[in-house]
Structure formats: structure tokens, C-alpha cells
């Protein structure tokens, strides 16, 4: 007797075998069960060869929760071809419709259709469907069977066997294996008919409460609260409630959940185990824990300990379900990891960590419930089927939640809570760096919030109290970048920190040389009261410029360590809030997911609840804080969207353009010639007719005074103005929304004004009509909204009024406004927006009750955050309302079907442009790709990569993206393009999978059977192997990222800090943290050849930029990764390649593809010069001129790296900001430093020849940078 059992977890193996003994000593039998593990299918060697041999000699073969797409179709050919009964349950609907049970069959076939009436009835309904929320659809096909049996025919033995398996299998325990192995012998075994007894599944109850100590379970709360009572008196406090499958216990594999739960005991903190009998724990929350019932249990904290999501399963996400169950009990949930798809020692000497597909059931998944703190906790030992605990990474669990406890439990007037700061790069200029953020006037905020709520605080009198405190202080004494709260002795911290010993390979013996005298640590902050305010060092390499050239991250310098060490276990902190986007912390080295002890954010963050204030529009690097810091994300709004508009001369342009609608004449035409060359607007359009050139000039002013801009940064807990969302909301109806059946409302103004939006659109280019009707379009929406956001109040209430029945009140008249205006101006009828009017009411609500600070004072209580997605407001609306816990997607489910439209379509638009731009398509295209964007459009750009190689994202039976192919190359058109991918860290952390399926795309074009003339990837790769005499495998590398765990180029920190002498240093830079290729095995491999040998053929860099907030000269990331990619292709080439942006903000025919030189040059003129935008940043004093700082910053990298800034910006920021005398006194009077530092880096930029200032303005900045230091140092002797 042979059969075999396909699994893709372990739960039932340990059953299954001993069923198996158990049968073969009772009754002499000779069974031979195989069970196969193919969740572990890419450590086992020959697996498929061994599949294929059983399956040759198999009498039944079963398989249940088969879904990886790695294993799904290998299996589904081998299946096809096996001989024996197939019964295949809870799985990819490919492989369940392998079932073939005797007469009963799942396939489709001729002989369906012979089937008796009732019987085709079941055979139906069994069938699997190819939908989202099928696999719960078979566990209550199962649940249900009691029912149905009474309908079966008596002859139909098979769908009975079909049957019974779910409830065998699902009520997995040893009896229940040993009946099932009966059935199937009694069967279909040859001989065995009626020779062993048979017995109908015992079930088992769907949900119920244990606890290793008690003989029997418990089926309400009561009755456990009676034995806890008498045997764990818990002293009033609810418990911590451990959640388990039913089937693990029932398989009696409950060792690591016994040993969680002795941990935790260790520590005094009572705890009950609480199991659900399939994927979804409601069942158990409901009947044990609502809070609305009398009598239940009241848990201070869940720990999920299956590693799936509260509702659903491998196969799908029902987040929004286990949301409102998670709400109504209001506590947080540890998300703990047992290893299903690699055995404890591979995991342990993995640098990767986590597999992709357990990363993304595991960890991606469950966030979208709100868990919290994903912890590996166990796994199985190669040779055994049993879950085995993993007692430090328990421990480390226990520590963990023994600490949050005590933030529970300790009163609020006692809790020490401390708030560290960031200051990047570290000087007096930068400190409290976030984006986006005004720090320090939420800081003030919220500490008087803190205040208000009982917590000890010395409030300080204002906002300049609070930074003079901070930033000066007693600074001087020490010659640090900030006051020096409180030491460390180093004696102490090797005592406190033992892990100091993995420091000192890289940075010398403990103390170091960053701050501190050889003797003690200095530990940067200020306390008030019970409230630490402390700034994070920094990475260290401030000292050690060299230090960015090497290709991975060795450790965290001895101060960070040190300031760690003094907030746990000196300031003996309650809870840390990290303070704005974002720190260092979480990008420390380790594994990418589910780490390890020994991996540096956990050794640094300790036993610290962690929580982060974070901006709602950055999901990926938030998602690096929560699974590799352990944190809580509590968001923070962006300030809105307004357009640029024009300024100065740009205005009077504009007038002048507009002036030749009535007239033209020379001398006007003249002038504005003349004044067009001066603001450099004209470039190559000299020679076009009047008119068209007219058209041109107008769209170029179009492009700034249209662009959308973030004005100024957000204060937490400050709603921003009804007059600020105007253009926010204006913008967001011209995206496609369902609320207007998937169309714009500028498209649907335009229907009823019988103008055909597209053409419109494609006319705006060079036709001042299309220009005008196109403005006027925009203008009638910007009215509507503005008649809508009417009437609405400014700040928290009005009159004591709450602002939501504020709004409420007046939501109907402003919707008749707007609808009235709307039917006068373009003809709509009255009534027909009324879907769109109340989504916008629905945003306006949201929006206007900013509950931030609320949301941080009451994660801080230790109660649940709730979930919400990352991404810009105009993206996805669903991102406010703020203060909830941001998560990224399920990796499954990216590229969407829109994404790969989007993405194929861009791909198209950009080969367009170069062509046009060049007479050819490039053969080679270097191609950022960060988590940030895909993340935030859905995988645009993933889709985009793909479209390039000719190839596009293949869903499977579920709707999950599992695989790809090839398009043919004739219907795709045209040849194949060589992408090489450089990809962020954190697109390889949290976008594994894609990174498997773009490399296996490259891969599969590569070796695909095509001409060379059109395959300009296998040209490369064949001319690669030929000249450099390497395997296929080497030459086809084309994915690249940083080593793991490590993240970033560097090549900003060179720039920033000026420590770069030649262009080379920003190449070896690059080229040393970026050529990490992905192999065929999923592992990266240092390969620098590899990477100048892909890029020796590009002529064409491109990134999308992912965001309307964020343009390439805001941060400084742009530059580091494509002017990075950019300068080392011009090294290898000796040519600088084209560069090219997807701009969001594009629009019109081709606008959305825009050469690098055009976009900085946006850039500067709707942001850096524009009064719009400095005035803005200047209401926020000291960090606005550090953000005006920055952005010069940024702008100067894409001289450094791309060469592709004016030198009329450079004069323009000169004249506007330093040589203006009474901006220059504001600037200083604000924030000293960072004008020291705008005045340094103009100098630099003249030094370097890439702005030829005349000797005069040269003197003049030099005497400036004189006067500021002479200032900075007046200053400190006139403080001390």
C-alpha cells in the first residue's frame, strides 16, 4: 500500500505518521505513507524526480493548502499524468480540479454530462471556483457536509470520499488520520475491502480556551475563569491570549506554543490559549473576548502565533473583517512567526531571512490587519515534522511584552516616554529632520497634550524655549551638536551592552571616537519632566568618509549603541516614540524579514515598545520601521497641494503672451523673445512660426504655474484650511474615480460642453485654443470645489460646534451650490454628481478631524492602532483619516491589471520619445525601481520593466500574481529591450517576489529563440558570454540591489558632505553598494563586473517619480540612485546616457516622459525661486529654511552626478536668498546654519565649474559666509 500526502506546512505530519504505525501494528499492515513538505521545495534535491517515482507506484495521492505558483504548476502536470485516485482539497483551484476519486472527477470531461441528475448537482457545487475567497468557500463546503451527506446517493462513494476528506483532514487529529488511511485502504487498495473497520470524523469544536496546565479545555469563558481561579489566580488583570489553529493542537504539535506561553508565565503575566478551527478567529475573539458580553475574558494583548492573518488564509485577505473585530477590543496584536518554508538552520544562516512567500502570508498580509511586532519564534529541524521553540527569539517576545504590559499598566502621571529626534547630516542646522513635518511645533503640541492627559511634563514656554534647550544648552562645554542630557560610562555600557564586541571590528574599542571623552558616552537631548527628548546619532561615516565605499553595512557605531542602552535601561524608559520620517534605526544590518537576535535593530531596540510618527505617504520605509524596528506607525498628513502658479517675470510673460490674443505686433513679439531667452524658456524653439512658437512658450509656462506643489509642512493635529484643499481636491476629481463611473470630472465637464476630452488633451502642445479651452475646463472644477469646501470652519470647531456636524450641517447646501454652478457652466444635470459630492464630504471629514496627536496618546495607553494603506491622498483617499498604522500591499497581488496597463503604456510613451528624440530605439535601458512608488501605483513600475523585455505579469487561478511570460514579438511589435533594474533595498525587502519574477523574465527573454535584431537583450548576453567567456547564468544578470540588509548608494552622503574629489569616488560608490545581482537561487552575489559589463550598452536612464508630493530635487534619494546610475554609465561609455523622469504631474500627449535637465529646471522655478513655495517653508522659521537648504542640496546633486542644472538657478537662489540683504537677515535670523550651508554649497558649486559666477558675486558670498560664521560664533559666546 503507497500513498502519498502533499502538504505545504507541517501541522498534520507528526499525526499522519504515527496513524500510519499505528495501523501497521495493529493490523500487520505493510502501508507506506510519503508525506511531502513542499513548502520546503527548494531545499530538496531532486524533489520532482522523487514526486514522479511515488507517483508512478501510488495507490492515492492526496494533497491539501497547495498554493505557491513555484509548486502549483510542476505539480499540476505531474498530477495529470499520475494513475492511481487523486484527491487534492483547500488549494489552487489548478490542482483541486486534479481530483479524481474513482467515478468522481473534478476534471472536465466528456462524461460529465452522463452523470445522474443530484450527483452532477454535488459535482458542481464541489467544484472549485477561480475567485477571490474560494478557499473559504471550500471550509464551509466542508463545514456544511453533516447537511449534505443526507442528500448523497447511496452508489456515490467518491464524492463521499471527497467529502470526508476535508473533515478528516480539517479535524486533523491522530484518530482521525488513522480512519481516513482506513477509508482509502478499504477503498481503494486492491484486496482490503471491508477488512478494517470504518468510522464516521470526529469533529471537533470550532473554537475553544486551553492552557498546558489544565486537564481539559474550556468552551466558554466562564468556565476557564473558574479554573483559573483555583489554579492561576491572576490578580484582576486580564490575560494575554495566545491564538493557535485548532489543527495544531489537535496534532498535539503545541511545543513552541507551550514553551511561548511559559515564557510569558515567567514573567507573571497570565495568559489562556485561544484556538480557532479554521482561517478565521473570530469565532474564538466572539465567544471568548467581546467585551460587549458579560462574563468573557478581557485580554490586555492577542499574540497571533499561526503566522497567518486573523481572517483568511494563504489564498486571500479579509483585512477589513478583522479590522472591526480588532476595533472592538481596542488591544494590539503580536503577529509571531512559525517557519513554514525553511528549516531553522537555514533561516538562521539566512541573510535574507524570511522566504518571499512567507514573507508576503506572513508578515505583508497580517499587517493589514494592524498586527504588530513580527517576530520568528519557531520552526522545524531538517529530518522532523514537529515545531520546535526557538528560545531566544521567545524570549525575546516575552521581554518585549512584558515591557508593553507594564506602558499599560503603569499610570500616566509615572510613565517615562522618550522622543528621539533626528538630525541628518548631523549638525545644528538639521536637527529635527522629518518630511514634511514642522517638528518642533507639533513637538510643543503634543507635549501639552501629554500634559493635559496627567503625564509629568515641564512644559516649556514655547517653541524657541524647546529648541534653545535642545539644540544649545550646554553644547559648548561638550562640542556637540546639541546639549549632552545625561553620560554614559563606558565601563557601564560594556556591562549593559555585550553586543559592544561585534562593534569594535569596525569601529575601534569601545568608547569609539563619536561622541563622547574617552570616559562616557554624551547622550544628546533634554528632559521635561518624565519626557526624554534625545537626538539619534548618526551612522558614524561623518568621521570616515571612506566608510561609504564599502559594499555592506558592518554594524552601528558605539554611541548609537550606547544612546539605545541609556533610553532602556538608564532612563529606564516606558515606551520610545521615534519623531518624524525617519531615522536609522530600522535600516541597521540583519536580515531583511523575520530577524533574529543577533541582528542589529533588534539588539538595539531591546525590549522598547516602539511607536513612530511616520507620513501617511511613504508605506515602503514604513513598512522597514515595522518589520525590522518593530514599530507602530501612528501617520502624519502631508500639507496640501496647490498649483506653483507664476511669479515676477514669469507673470509678466504670461501677460505678454496673453496680449497678442488681440494683437501682435513686432515690437510685442520682441519683447517677449527677449524676455522668454532671459528666463531661458526658449530653447530649440527659436525658429518655429509666431503662433506655434507662441503655443510652445505658453504650454512651458503652462507646465509651472499648473504644477501641483506642497506648500509649507504639517503642524500634527492641524487641519489644513478649507481654502488649502481647493486645488488638493480639484486635482483629485481629474484621476478617474468610480464616484463618476471611472471618468474625471474635467472629462465629464467636457462631454456636456461637446469638446472631446482626449484631443484636447493632445492639442494643448501647440494650440493656444486647445490651451485657453483647457484652462477654462480646469477653472469651472477649481469653482465647483471651492463652491463645496464653502462655509466650512477653519480650525477644531466652530462655536463649540464639532467639525464633523459642522460639515454635516452644511452639506447640503454646498452641494447645491456646486451642483448649481456646474448645470449654469457646463450643463450637468442636478443630482448627477451626487456620488462624487459625498465621497469629497467623506474626505473633508476625514481630513478635518485630525486626530494625530489623539492617535499617538492613545497607542501610548498600549491600545490598538488600527491600519490604514500609505500613499498620497490624490492615490488613494482611503489614506486619511491620519493617526493609523500604515501597511504596503500583499505582493501577491502587484502588478493590479490597471498597474500593468499603465506600466505597458508608459513603456510604450518612453521608447516613443527616445525615438523621436534619436532616429532609434535604445537597445539598453538602465531603470530605477523603488519600493516607494510601486508600492504606491500599484506596481507601475514593475509593469513598466516587464513591458520593456516584452513580457507582462500572468495571475493565476486566485487572482494572485504568480508568474510571467513572454508576448510574442509579433504582437509586441518591436524589439526586446536589455533593462538592467537597479533596485532600492527596500524594494528587495519588501517586493521579493517581484524581484524573482523580474529576474526570471530577463532570464526567460534571454534564452528566448529569437534574432538578435529583435532581442537586444540576447545580443548583449550572447555578445557577454562570448567576449568574457561566462555561463549564461553570469551573463544574464540584470537585477541588482545593495547586499542585504544593508540599504542605499551613498552617493548622496558623498555629496552632501563634500567629501568627494573626483567623479570616479561617486562611481565606486555606486557600483559598490549596487552591484549585488539576484541569482537564479534567489540569493545576491556580489558581482561588480556584472554591473558595468549590463550597463556598457545603455544610453537611456529612467525613473518614475511615484508621487505629487515629492519632486526629485525634495529629497535627496533621486540623485543617489539615478544620477548615480546615470554618471556610471557615462564612466563605462565615456557618454553621458539620456536621462529621463515619468512624471506624475505630467499631462497632455507625451508629457509624462520629460528629460532630467527639463524636470530640474521645473523643479526650480515651481519650488526653489518661487515665493509661493519659500514664503511657506518661511512660516515654519527654523526647519523651513533648513527644507529651502535641502532642496538647494538635492538640486546641486544632479550637477554633481548628471550635470543637468542651469546655471540660471544657481544665480537666480544667489540673488533671491544670499545677496538680497533682507532675506539673508530672516534666513540667519531663523536658522543660522543651514544659511551657512546654502552660502558653502554655492561656493561649491562654483569651485566645482558648474556655475561660473563672475568674480564679484563670488566675493560677495565668500564675505557672506564670513559674516555667518563670525555670527555662529558671536552667538555661542553670547549664550555662554
Same mark, same amino acid.
Given at each position: 500500500m503507497r500513498f502519498v500526502f502533499l502538504t505545504m506546512e507541517s501541522t498534520n505530519n507528526g499525526t499522519l505518521r504515527s496513524a500510519a504505525e499505528t495501523l501497521n501494528q495493529r493490523f500487520g499492515l505493510n502501508l507506506d505513507v510519503a508525506i511531502f513538505n513542499l513548502g520546503l521545495h527548494h531545499a530538496a534535491p531532486n524533489l520532482w524526480e522523487q514526486l514522479e517515482e511515488r507517483f508512478r507506484t501510488a495507490d492515492f495521492i492526496f494533497g491539501s493548502m497547495l498554493f505557491s505558483e513555484e509548486i502549483v504548476r510542476p505539480l499540476e502536470k505531474l498530477l495529470e499524468q499520475a494513475l492511481c485516485p487523486v484527491c487534492i482539497i483547500t488549494s489552487n483551484p489548478a490542482l483541486i480540479t486534479q481530483t479524481r476519486v474513482g467515478k468522481f472527477s473534478l476534471r472536465k470531461s466528456k462524461e460529465e454530462t452522463k452523470e445522474p441528475g443530484l450527483f452532477k448537482q454535488w459535482a458542481s457545487k464541489l467544484k472549485p471556483k477561480h475567485s477571490h475567497g474560494e478557499s473559504q468557500r471550500q471550509l464551509a463546503l466542508a463545514r456544511n457536509v453533516s447537511r449534505m451527506m443526507k442528500h448523497l446517493p447511496g452508489k456515490a462513494r467518491d464524492i463521499h470520499t471527497f467529502i470526508a476528506a476535508h473533515q478528516f483532514w480539517l479535524n486533523g487529529s491522530e484518530e482521525n488520520m488513522e480512519r481516513f488511511l482506513s477509508l482509502l485502504i478499504d477503498r481503494y487498495v486492491p484486496g482490503w475491502k471491508g477488512k478494517l473497520p470504518q468510522s464516521d470524523p470526529v469533529f471537533y469544536p470550532e473554537a475553544g480556551l486551553c492552557h498546558p496546565d489544565a486537564p481539559e479545555q474550556f468552551f466558554s469563558a466562564g468556565e476557564y475563569l473558574q479554573w483559573q481561579k483555583k489554579n492561576h489566580p491572576s490578580g484582576g488583570k486580564g490575560p494575554v491570549a495566545i491564538l493557535a489553529m485548532r489543527s495544531t493542537m489537535l496534532s498535539k504539535n503545541m511545543q513552541h506554543i507551550d514553551s511561548l506561553q511559559k515564557a510569558l508565565e515567567s514573567k507573571g503575566i497570565d495568559t489562556c490559549i485561544a484556538y480557532s478551527g479554521g482561517l478565521d478567529f473570530r469565532p474564538a475573539l466572539d465567544r471568548f473576548f467581546d467585551p460587549q458580553k458579560p462574563g468573557t475574558l478581557r485580554p490586555r494583548l492577542l499574540i497571533n502565533a499561526t503566522g497567518f492573518s486573523l481572517v483568511g488564509g494563504p489564498a486571500e485577505t479579509r483585512a477589513a473583517e478583522a479590522v472591526v473585530a480588532m476595533n472592538k477590543l481596542d488591544v494590539p496584536c503580536y503577529n509571531l512567526i512559525p517557519l513554514s518554508f525553511q528549516h531553522v538552520e537555514q533561516w538562521r544562516e539566512s541573510n535574507l531571512g524570511l522566504t518571499p512567500l512567507q514573507t508576503a502570508l506572513s508578515v505583508a498580509v497580517p499587517e493589514l490587519d494592524g498586527t504588530i511586532e513580527p517576530h520568528v519564534y519557531a520552526g522545524t529541524e531538517a529530518g522532523t515534522d514537529r515545531t520546535v521553540p526557538l528560545k531566544e527569539e521567545i524570549a525575546a517576545v516575552a521581554n518585549r511584552a512584558h515591557r508593553f504590559l507594564r506602558l499599560q499598566e503603569k499610570p500616566v502621571s509615572e510613565k517615562k516616554i522618550a522622543i528621539v529626534l533626528f538630525n541628518f547630516p548631523p549638525n545644528l542646522g538639521n536637527a529635527g529632520t522629518a518630511a514634511y513635518l514642522n517638528v518642533f511645533e507639533s513637538l510643543i503640541r503634543l507635549l501639552k497634550e501629554m500634559k493635559t492627559a496627567g503625564y509629568h511634563v515641564d512644559l516649556p514656554a514655547s517653541v524657541e524655549e524647546l529648541k534653545n534647550k535642545l539644540l544649545e544648552g550646554n553644547r559648548l562645554i561638550y562640542g556637540t551638536d546639541g546639549n549632552v542630557a545625561d553620560h554614559l560610562p563606558v565601563d557601564e555600557y560594556r556591562k549593559r551592552f555585550p553586543a559592544y564586541t561585534e562593534i569594535e571590528p569596525f569601529w575601534g574599542d569601545a568608547p569609539g571616537e563619536i561622541l563622547n571623552d574617552r570616559q562616557k558616552f554624551h547622550i544628546l537631548g533634554c528632559s521635561f519632566g518624565n519626557i526624554f527628548l534625545g537626538q539619534q546619532p548618526g551612522f558614524g561615516y561623518e568621521r570616515d568618509p571612506m566608510r561609504l565605499l564599502m559594499a555592506k553595512d558592518a554594524a552601528p557605531n558605539h554611541a548609537f549603541a550606547a544612546f539605545y542602552t541609556w533610553i532602556e535601561q538608564c532612563f529606564n524608559a516606558d515606551a520610545v516614540l521615534h519623531f518624524g520620517t525617519h531615522g536609522a534605526l530600522e535600516f541597521m544590518p540583519g536580515k531583511q524579514t523575520g530577524l533574529s537576535s543577533s541582528c542589529w535593530p533588534k539588539k538595539l531596540i531591546g525590549s522598547l515598545p516602539n511607536f513612530y510618527v511616520y507620513c501617511v505617504n511613504n508605506p515602503s520605509e514604513g513598512a522597514i520601521a515595522k518589520r525590522r524596528g518593530y514599530a507602530t506607525i501612528i501617520s502624519y498628513l502631508t500639507p496640501p497641494l496647490e498649483h506653483a502658479g507664476l511669479y515676477k517675470e514669469l507673470a509678466r510673460l504670461r501677460a505678454l503672451i496673453a496680449g497678442t490674443r488681440q494683437t501682435t505686433t513686432h515690437e510685442t513679439m520682441a519683447e517677449i523673445r527677449e524676455l522668454a531667452s532671459s528666463l531661458e524658456l526658449d530653447t530649440g524653439l527659436q525658429e518655429l512660426p509666431d503662433e506655434t512658437w507662441l503655443a510652445r512658450l505658453n504650454s512651458e509656462l503652462y507646465l509651472v504655474e499648473e504644477r501641483m506643489i506642497p506648500l509649507g509642512l504639517h503642524i500634527m493635529g492641524e487641519a489644513p484650511t478649507p481654502e488649502s484643499l481647493v486645488d488638493h481636491l480639484a486635482l483629485l476629481t481629474s484621476h478617474s474615480r468610480p464616484e463618476l463611473d471611472n471618468r474625471t470630472l474635467p472629462e465629464l465637464i467636457c462631454k456636456h460642453r461637446h469638446l472631446d476630452y482626449h484631443l484636447l488633451i493632445e492639442r494643448i502642445k501647440d494650440d493656444r485654443d486647445a490651451q485657453r479651452e483647457w484652462q477654462e475646463l480646469l477653472a469651472i472644477t477649481r469653482e465647483a470645489i471651492k463652491l463645496f469646501t464653502r462655509h466650512l470652519p477653519d480650525g477644531q470647531t466652530t462655536d463649540h460646534l464639532p467639525v464633523r456636524a459642522m460639515l454635516e450641517g452644511t452639506f447640503t447646501v454646498r452641494m447645491a451650490e456646486a451642483d448649481s454652478y456646474l448645470h449654469r457652466q457646463a450643463g450637468i444635470k442636478i443630482g448627477e454628481l451626487q456620488k462624487l459630492w459625498h465621497f469629497l464630504q467623506r474626505i473633508l471629514v476625514n481630513l478635518a478631524e485630525n486626530r494625530e496627536i489623539h492617535a499617538v496618546l492613545h497607542a501610548l495607553e498600549g491600545k490598538y492602532t488600527p491600519p490604514s494603506p500609505g500613499n498620497d491622498l490624490v492615490r488613494n483617499p482611503d489614506t486619511v483619516p491620519t493617526g493609523r498604522n500604515i501597511h504596503s500591499l500583499d505582493p501577491y497581488s502587484i502588478p493590479t491589471h490597471?498597474?500593468?496597463?499603465?506600466?505597458?503604456?508608459?513603456?510604450?510613451?518612453?521608447?516613443?520619445?527616445?525615438?523621436?528624440?534619436?532616429g532609434s530605439l535604445p537597445e539598453s535601458i538602465a531603470i530605477v525601481l523603488w519600493g516607494t512608488d510601486n508600492l504606491k501605483s500599484d506596481g507601475e513600475g514593475v509593469a513598466q520593466a516587464l513591458a520593456l523585455l516584452g513580457a507582462r505579469a500572468k495571475?493565476?487561478?486566485?487572482?494572485?500574481?504568480?508568474?510571467?511570460?513572454?508576448?510574442?514579438?509579433?504582437?509586441?511589435?518591436?524589439?526586446?529591450?536589455?533593462?538592467?533594474?537597479?533596485?532600492?533595498?527596500?524594494?528587495?525587502?519588501?517586493?521579493?517576489?517581484?524581484?524573482?519574477?523580474?529576474d526570471k523574465a530577463v532570464r526567460m527573454a534571454a534564452a528566448a529563440d529569437e534574432p538578435e535584431s529583435m532581442n537586444f537583450l540576447r545580443k548583449h548576453v550572447l555578445q557577454e558570454m562570448l567576449e568574457k567567456n561566462i555561463p549564461f547564468s553570469d551573463a544574464s544578470n540584470r537585477v541588482f540591489s545593495n547586499a542585504p540588509g544593508s540599504y542605499g548608494a551613498n552617493v548622496n552622503h558623498l555629496v552632501e558632505s563634500s567629501t568627494w574629489e573626483e567623479e570616479e569616488q561617486l562611481v565606486d560608490a555606486f557600483v559598490s553598494r549596487k552591484s549585488f545581482a539576484v541569482t537564479e537561487t534567489g540569493q545576491w552575489k556580489e558581482c561588480p563586473d556584472a554591473l558595468r559589463s549590463a550597463l556598457q550598452h545603455v544610453t537611456l536612464t529612467f525613473q518614475n517619480i511615484d508621487s505629487y508630493e515629492i519632486g526629485i530635487s525634495d529629497i535627496d534619494h533621486y540623485y543617489e540612485y539615478l544620477g548615480g546610475i546615470s554618471k556610471t554609465v557615462e564612466q563605462i561609455s565615456k557618454t553621458m546616457p539620456k536621462v529621463m523622469i515619468g512624471d506624475i504631474n505630467g499631462f497632455g500627449k507625451k508629457q509624462r516622459i520629460c528629460s532630467l535637465e527639463k524636470m530640474v529646471s521645473l523643479e526650480a522655478r515651481t519650488?526653489?525661486?518661487?515665493?509661493?513655495?519659500?514664503?511657506?517653508?518661511?512660516?515654519?522659521?527654523? /526647519?523651513?529654511? #533648513? $527644507? +529651502?537648504?535641502?532642496? @538647494?542640496?538635492?538640486?546641486?546633486?544632479?550637477?554633481?552626478?548628471?550635470?543637468?542644472?542651469?546655471?540660471?538657478?544657481?544665480?537666480?537662489?544667489?540673488?533671491?536668498?544670499?545677496?538680497?540683504?533682507?532675506?539673508?537677515?530672516?534666513?540667519?535670523?531663523?536658522?543660522?546654519?543651514?544659511?551657512?550651508?546654502?552660502?558653502?554649497?554655492?561656493?561649491?558649486?562654483?569651485?566645482?565649474?558648474?556655475?561660473?559666477?563672475?568674480?564679484?558675486?563670488? /566675493?560677495?558670498? #565668500? $564675505? +557672506?559666509?564670513?559674516? @555667518?560664521?563670525?555670527?555662529?560664533?558671536?552667538?555661542?559666546?553670547?549664550?555662554?
Open positions: 490597471f498597474a500593468q496597463q499603465t506600466g505597458e503604456r508608459s513603456a510604450e510613451e518612453l521608447l516613443q520619445v527616445y525615438r523621436d528624440e534619436n495571475t493565476d487561478e486566485l487572482g494572485k500574481i504568480g508568474d510571467v511570460e513572454l508576448i510574442p514579438l509579433e504582437q509586441l511589435g518591436r524589439p526586446r529591450i536589455d533593462v538592467v533594474m537597479t533596485i532600492s533595498g527596500i524594494f528587495r525587502d519588501l517586493l521579493s517576489h517581484q524581484v524573482k519574477l523580474l519650488k526653489l525661486l518661487n515665493p509661493k513655495w519659500y514664503e511657506a517653508m518661511l512660516e515654519h522659521g527654523y /526647519e523651513g529654511v #533648513r $527644507e +529651502i537648504e535641502s532642496h @538647494l542640496t538635492n538640486t546641486y546633486g544632479w550637477s554633481a552626478t548628471a550635470s543637468a542644472v542651469k546655471e540660471w538657478t544657481y544665480r537666480q537662489f544667489s540673488e533671491t536668498f544670499l545677496q538680497d540683504k533682507a532675506m539673508l537677515e530672516r534666513l540667519a535670523s531663523m536658522n543660522v546654519h543651514a544659511t551657512r550651508a546654502m552660502t558653502s554649497r554655492l561656493l561649491e558649486a562654483h569651485s566645482r565649474g558648474f556655475w561660473d559666477a563672475d568674480a564679484e558675486t563670488i /566675493e560677495e558670498l #565668500r $564675505e +557672506i559666509y564670513l559674516d @555667518l560664521e563670525t555670527k555662529i560664533e558671536g552667538v555661542h559666546h553670547e549664550t555662554h
